[in-house]
């Protein structure tokens, strides 16, 4: 029998003037997709943000930095803004931001182990993969940072 074998580069250009399915698609997806300006404020996300980070309910994360957006347990207990912790300067995410932006440097899967914040102020560790990359619009730099909570995988390995 002979199966068709889907192409790789698959164009969807039919899809440029449909943003009502493009969103479906983001807020269909399980990974949490951030796109983030140079200041590491959100000026988009998917619905996956409330659903892997829930650390506050039906509070708008737009225009939040990266880490307050994400629930950030060094944040919260040092009572300072994202990118001001004792922290901020060895967050994995952060730097893989920052060298995405900076140097046009693709990130892919890398694997981080933090404590986040949940909606009932109890702290939680989290196995996340995330990846990095530039992302150009309308003459404008961000940053899309793609997020997936593998915790229930590694907890069970």
Known sequence: MKRDIALTNVSFNFLSKSSE???????????????????????????????IFSNSENEEKLYQKCGNAIGCAYLIEE????GETTFC????????????Y?????????????????KNNIKVIKHLQFSTRLFLFDNERYIIMIIDDITNLCVKN
């Not at 009572?79 to 994202?82: E, F, G, H």
């Not at 300067?89 to 995405?100: F, Y």
Request: with cysteine; glycine share 0%; net charge neutral.
């Open 21 to 51: 399915f493009l969103n479906l698609v983001l807020n269909n997806i399980t990974s949490c997709i951030l796109l983030l300006n140079k200041q590491m404020e959100l000026q988009a996300y998917n619905n996956c943000l409330t659903t």
């Open 102 to 118: 900076l140097n046009d440097k693709p990130i892919f899967k890398e694997r981080i182990t933090r404590p986040y914040y949940d």
């Open 89 to 100: 300067n060895c967050c994995e995410l952060r730097i893989s931001a920052i060298e995405s």
């Open 79 to 82: 009572n300072k803004d994202c």
